[in-house]
């Protein structure tokens, strides 16, 4: 029986559970006793304390399920399989075991792997005949003990509520273990990478080659980690998205506030905001199908040698994405100030550009420099445009149009088609994630920081 | 009043509304900075046609596909009825192909004759045979795609003007294209294997079918977690939270949340999902997991906004009148709310589903050639999909990359539309 | 200079009938102005809406003129028309014409921005730059080129505040920021920044309906010692602050002008129904 069917039998229990505790506490009703609660919360309290142990129970037993069977699988194998064998190769033995389970042989393997395919395909049947009957035991026991609560004194609807809010509670809850599980699995996982890298070569190196030779004897077989001239293209990057962003969202959001009359800001807003909502995968083809063959050809006829994939087209796709970002950022920020220090400008006989230059800019600033902040992450966690748009070869140069490569394409190439989770290359992913996670939170912590102060002044 | 200097002397009185230098220089700064304005609105939007109209334009080809009808002779006896699968479909199709061109007849020029079709003919052929094994013995006419080159030349996209070795098709391959449109067999309809055909090395067979599905699921599963967790989780916020420090930990927390960049969420996948709990790579369930991670804090904040929203004497109301807390939220804030949170919810789910750097990392930028049955299944998205194509070689994919891509801002156009439309229809001003 | 011990009597004469306080205002009252602004049939129109109707008045120069009448008369509407504050409104009209010394400043020719460096401004809130002191004072005269950074300016800066009767409250922390003073003292700072520009008229739309009595009575002294050199109209809801401050009044009703007059006789002795029901608190 699927996961699914089964939690499928779980609600109609639960249902039944309402329906029960709801018809009996509707005959001790009609026996003209006072009720506390009316019977419909007596039949939520029962198919609340039915329905949620044997969900509960199912999602640890799925969750838990694959690594005990794995577990026991290990355990049984022979001697001459486990042997002296790293954990990596024991992944590599697990999926052929697990392949054979499945019908997949290639070759003529072990037969002690025919073996233990055989055994997983038993454990598993064990174990999902297990988790049925193990929910179904745990639902009609617990259907039945609230059931034997259910009488007139019960206070029904404050146990339902209470129930209700503790789920609320963890549901609340799960953003910290989100977050939680972000730190974890990037420190655990760099930890892997840093016991093999120092962290000091990783941070201050300057040489970056994470291929790892297949064979011992494969030519250039040593990886490097040196990380900087991946942080360098990254702030490269990042710096020409803003250099085309800034002045353009700032001037726009200027323009749209203080000069458009209302119907040009009505229409020319939202235009500007679908520039947000385009996916970042399109704009990544759009760099290598317009721009950077347009800046390449460009830089061809004034006699200079571009890359195809150099950082000013990724910079500058990455630029006209955050455009939005910073014009409405600047926008609220601009328009946050209060019609009075207008009014005192134009009272004194300050000119609209003189407002906004003197007056309006140095109140807003605040308020721009949080949006420019949380842009500038953005640019730096940015992923789709530079995966398809920047190199892959680490450079340190101040060249825009050369390639650099950044951050997050150095965990995309690293990642990408590779399951083996022990190679430092794969290790090396999440140490780059580390750094990329921790930067942009500071950043967004500056950031909301910022302003939030600068919405409290004005509030 | 002890006045102790004297203010410089005023100007002229009677010339006093004619502007000096000074004051001329002061109007020009403003009329700049009224030009900078335009010029980066102009920009901007400049971009956004730009780039608009280069999809498009790339996409027009992908419109249509250019197929060949080929009348099929099947003799008896070529195929086994018991059997029909096993048939050998395209010595049928190369024959009749033969018939058409009886002077081809080197194994080169063979070669470059079947180059201008599509290898699917084989397969549709051996669909309608296997669909009705009566049409055995007699002759079945089929139609299927050129091949990309042929697509490509049909289309104008190869230029037939050019020298032969600056085109990718020769002049024997044009002659025969050519007799084949004469003979009428050449035909463009519209291009529904684009959408209906799962993915494919060949471009003119390649379809969206499987990335459509793998959205589906994905943001089914996307959808299913994050909209209960994320009214959840705000209704607790927003209407039950005590003022503590774990709360202002939790509302800290999930407004950096929505600012993580979207591949560490990949990342988190691939460590937590993928590894520890040892869910299937590439399957839309996991994919749905991370989005919906993603996805959480954007509902979280909207929905809180639309519970803030309303306004606290229908809660006094309700509780005035002896109802619970709980029974307040449930019967009355969060009806009310609902229509806000639908709209954020929205607008999540939008954002999810163009999302892309999480998905490759969790493997669904894999190469499958069918749609997934189950959310189990591995499978790609849309955007993984539109990545895979964009980095495959051959020219075809680029107009399909387009066009998926247009397929794509088509389900965003009408989720932010819908989401436009409840924002206006069920706006309440308290 | 005149400072501010005379609060005492400011506040009792809060507590003073309106008869008594427009008797003591008539008192000091100047005679035979030549008039410094000329109002003739002016109409402003908000869209369709029009929100005032063939005013006509002459304000005469170096006296207080007071605007009053129930809100949504159209008062401060009018108020900011003589410096063309509503042309920052994009759906406002204005028609007919307003003279200042002659001149008819909806001219075309006429550069707002030059106009309201003659025609200075205070709000009904304060409200000072979030910017120093001293910069919130030189503001004006930077951005019109009348003087330079340096000593040139310290003595604008200076006189300014002094007039506003500011500079002794303020002179040790000029550097700090305007937003830190008290209401009362943030709204003499915009008289003073007002002041800086060296305008000919100042006007105050409801100057002091978001102070605190004491505050109010230092800014309504400070009025009364402007009006040696400026001409000021001010609108006001409150009639003994009227009373109080100026020397004419005019009673705006419906967007209509009813009734200009010494402000002693039109206390005393109103020559329209309206005005009378509005002065004895029928209605407002």
Known sequence: MSATSLLAIVLILSLIGYLWGRASAASLKSTGQGMHSIPAYHGYFIALSCGIPAFLLVLVWLAAQSTVIDTLLIAGLPAHITDGVETSRMSLILSEIKSIAGGRIFGTPDPALIAAAERYNALRGTASLAMVVAALAVAIAAMSFARSRVSPEFRARNRVDGILRWILIVCSILAILTTLGIILSLVIESMAFFSRVSVFDFLFGMEWSPQIAMRADQVGSSGAFGAVPVFWGTIFISAIAMFVALPVGLFSAIYLVEYADKRVRSFVKPLLEILAGIPTIVYGFFAILTVAPFIRDLGTSMGLSVASNSALAAGGVMGIMLIPFISSFADDAISAVPQSMRDGAYALGATKAETVRQVLLPAALPGIVGGVLLAVSRAIGETMIVVMAAGLMAKLTANPLEGVTTVTVQIVTLLIGDTEFDSPKTLAAFGLGLVLFITTLALNIVALQVVKRYRERYE | MSDTTQQPARKERNAWFEADARLKRRHLADKRLRAYGIAAIVFALGMLATLVGTILVTAAPAVTQTMVTFEVEVPEGSVDPANPSGGSYQTMLNASIARIFPDVDTPRELRELRQLFSNGGQYQLRDKILANPSLIGGTVSITFPLSDIGDQLHKGVIDRNLPPDFRRVNDAQIAWYDVLVERGQISTPLNWGLILNADSRFPELAGLRGALVGSFYALLVCFLVSFPVGIAAAVYLEEFAPKNRLTDLIEVNINNLAAVPSIVFGLLGLAVFLNFFGMPRSAPIVGGLVLSLMTLPTIIIATRAALKAVPPSIREAAIGVGASKMQTVGHHVLPLAMPGILTGTIIGLAQALGETAPLLLIGMNAFITAAPDSMFNPSTALPTQIYIWADSPERGFTSRTSAAIIVLLGFLVCMNAIAIYMRKRFERRW | ?284
């Open chain 3, 1 to 284: 200079m005149a400072s501010f011990e005379t609060t005492m009597e400011a506040g009792t004469a809060m507590n003073e009938t309106v008869k008594d306080a427009a008797a003591s205002a008539a008192a000091v009252m100047p005679v035979g102005h030549e008039t410094k602004i000329s109002a003739t049939k002016v109409s402003v129109f908000y869209g369709e809406k029009q929100a005032l109707f063939d005013v006509s008045i002459d304000i005469p120069a170096r006296q207080v003129m007071a605007f009053i009448g129930p809100s949504g008369c159209g008062k401060s509407t009018f108020l900011r028309c003589i410096n063309r504050m509503n042309d920052t409104i994009d759906i406002c009209r204005v028609t007919g014409t307003i003279a200042i010394d002659g001149a008819d400043i909806y001219d075309p020719k006429i550069d707002p921005v030059l106009l309201r460096a003659r025609v200075g401004m205070v709000f009904q809130k304060p409200n000072p730059f979030p910017k120093s002191i001293y910069d919130n004072i030189a503001y004006g005269p930077r951005i019109h080129g009348v003087a330079k950074a340096g000593s040139q300016m310290d003595e604008i800066v200076e006189t300014s505040l002094r007039r506003a009767g500011l500079w002794n409250e303020v002179k040790d922390r000029l550097r700090e920021p305007g937003t830190g003073l008290s209401g009362g003292q943030q709204q003499r700072l915009c008289i003073a920044r007002a002041i800086a520009v060296n305008p000919d008229v100042i006007l105050m739309d409801e100057p002091c309906s978001a102070l605190d009595p004491i505050a109010t009575a230092k800014v309504e002294e400070l009025i009364d010692e402007l009006r040696e050199r400026y001409t000021i109209v001010i609108v006001t809801h409150s009639m003994q602050q009227a009373a109080r401050v100026s020397q004419k009044a005019a009673f705006f009703h419906l967007g209509n002008l009813i009734e200009v007059d010494e402000t002693e006789r039109m206390f005393t002795n109103p020559r329209d129904q309206r005005t009378q029901d509005y002065i004895t608190g029928r209605f407002g």
